[in-house]
């Protein structure tokens, strides 16, 4: 966090402003990391991580001893809130053509500090967010907090609203859902095979071939835009179809660590698909057409 983004707060007159900035700085590291593995996204993070600022800020927090567990929390709270209004706009069609380019930013990567490389090198695998994809939001909250990062259930349990005892249950149902699931990391091999099954992705959008999605799409796909969420293959190859421009100028490129597509303008990035696979078919899509967002992505050569 910038001191630009704590400044609002520091003019409010509170003495302990400047401190708290500084005791919230010192966890920012680590608040991303559980954002980024609640979420799958470093933008998403990011906002998460923004987020949780603006609600610490407004809280007492003399009295915390454990700051760092509290603020874990907290975020929690807020990945939950993001995770749930994802599922609740899980039914909203997927058949819109992407919004009109805005303004550009810096081509996102270039200027990527230590920080976000460590936080992407701690995160989770591609492949364990495709399966966390697949739990409850209070599910996903629950292995994420516990089995990852240590939270005690009695603070998880205050997180999802549940008692303790419920919020082991949730942790051990998505424990053996993620143990159980037929999902690895990409060796080379596979992400040549990747890189095929992408361009037969973008081939077959970009000519409209609903049979040739469905060829290379997971049956429980989810591919997720700002307009909303479609799940299964064919809603999503019903919408793959109407952003065949997109696909038609995407280059091939890595997202956030993971096989993806990008469309440059005047070398800025304006959009970008992510991909994640299962049996070497594409299990999720994340779509960023916003500017904002989209200046927020590592983007890497391939």
Excluded at 76 to 90: E, I, N, P
Excluded at 157 to 180: I, K, M
Excluded at 205 to 226: H, K, N, Q, S
Excluded at 230 to 254: D, H, I, Q
Aim: glycine share 10%; hydrophobic share 45%; net charge negative.
């Amino acid at each position: 966090m910038s001191g630009g983004d704590c400044k609002g707060f520091r003019d409010t007159g509170h003495r302990d402003a400047d401190f708290l900035a500084q005791r919230f700085e010192a966890h920012r590291g680590h608040l991303r990391a559980v954002a980024h593995r609640m979420l799958g996204s470093v933008a998403e993070a990011e906002d998460a991580v923004q987020e949780a600022w603006f609600r610490v800020s407004r809280s007492d927090t003399a009295r915390i001893d454990n700051l760092g567990g509290w603020l874990t929390t907290v975020v929690g709270r807020v990945c939950l809130d993001m995770l749930r209004s994802r599922k609740s706009r899980a039914e909203e069609p997927l058949d819109r053509a992407p919004a009109g380019p805005g303004p550009g930013a810096a081509v996102p990567g270039t200027d990527a500090g230590p920080e976000q490389d460590a936080v992407l090198a701690d995160s989770v695998g591609v492949a364990l967010l495709v399966v966390l994809d697949m739990l409850t939001p209070a599910e996903r909250l629950a292995f994420v907090l516990h089995d990852l990062f240590g939270v005690p259930f009695e603070e998880v349990a205050d997180v999802v609203d549940r008692t303790p005892a419920a919020a082991r249950q949730l942790a051990s149902r998505a424990r053996r859902r993620v143990q159980g699931a037929d999902v690895h990391e990409a060796g080379p091999a596979g992400r040549r095979r990747q890189r095929e099954v992408v361009g037969a992705f973008l081939a077959a959008a970009r000519e409209g071939d609903f049979e040739g999605l469905l060829e290379v799409l997971d049956p429980d796909v989810i591919a997720r835009t700002e307009a909303g969420v479609a799940t299964g293959a064919a809603a999503v190859a019903r919408g793959a179809a109407t952003y065949g421009s997109l696909a038609g100028v995407a280059r091939l490129m890595l997202v956030d660590g993971a096989m993806g597509a990008v469309v440059l303008v005047g070398g800025r990035v304006e959009r970008a698909l992510r991909f994640a696979f299962v049996r070497d078919r594409i299990a999720v899509i994340d779509i960023v057409t916003d500017a904002e967002r989209a200046s927020r992505l590592d983007v890497r050569p391939i």
